[in-house]
């Protein structure tokens, strides 16, 4: 099974800020990454799938990079409705696995 | 649009059956899409259970394979999840999704059912 270790595992910042979100990857997973958004009470949101590339209606602010072992998702500058927990995904090898997420709090 | 529910009983008793739907509007179980299940225990994160595939094909999670079973009837346009034998350690949000968009990511979710097991 593979790993996804996030970090950190709290990011305190301010609107407007740069968030940088790490995804670690026990193994490679190739491009096979996505990562999601999730507020209290809701549903995870897909905002960024195959490591780079936004879903529908995701705010251009949001973007995603790496490959193999190492991703990265940024938020360029972080609105009041962006703080929340992301979690990242792989879909390399069977059984896909989550990350243990990334909490964007309000500093 | 796209739209998922799940439907179940809330409460389960130890040692009993979990038994999930997920009904499917917007979209058909014929189409080429894995329909997933993940849970979140309360507090804690993201688990992906298994999912079935339109042809039939499933993937169980090697840690619930002996208890679980995910099917689909395509003409209600909904598919299920059964998992025997819980404990306390299965007590989650429960929740499924749709695998659609590129390498068949989680691109529409339903809005999660808590379910408790306790006696």
């Known amino acids: 099974e593979i790993v996804l270790t996030q970090s950190p595992a709290t990011l305190s910042l301010s609107p407007g800020e740069r968030a940088t979100l790490s995804c670690r990857a026990s193994q490679s997973v190739r491009s096979y990454l996505a990562w999601y958004q999730q507020k209290p009470g809701q549903a995870p949101r897909l905002l960024i799938y195959?490591?780079?590339k936004r879903a529908t209606g995701i705010p251009a602010r949001f973007s995603g990079s790496g490959s193999e072992t190492d991703f990265t998702l940024t938020i360029s500058s972080l609105e009041p409705e962006d703080f929340a927990v992301y979690h990242c995904?792989?879909?390399?090898?069977?059984?896909?696995?989550f990350g243990q997420g990334t909490k964007v709090e309000i500093k | 649009q796209v739209h998922l529910q799940e439907s179940g009983p809330g409460l389960v008793k130890p040692s009993g059956t979990l038994s999930l739907t997920c009904a499917v509007s917007g979209d058909s179980l014929t189409s080429t899409n894995w329909w997933s299940w993940v849970r979140q225990p309360p507090g804690k994160g993201l688990e992906y259970i298994g999912e079935i595939y339109h042809i039939g094909s499933t993937h169980y999670n090697p840690s619930l394979i002996s208890r679980l079973t995910i099917s689909m009837d395509k003409s209600r346009n909904h598919f299920s999840l059964e998992l025997t034998s819980v404990t306390a350690a299965d007590t989650a949000v429960y929740f499924c999704a749709r695998g659609g968009t590129g390498s068949y990511f989680l691109d529409f979710w339903g809005q999660g059912t808590l379910v408790t097991v306790s006696s």
């Open positions: 995904q792989h879909r390399s090898h069977w059984p896909w696995t």
């Open positions: 195959d490591a780079s």
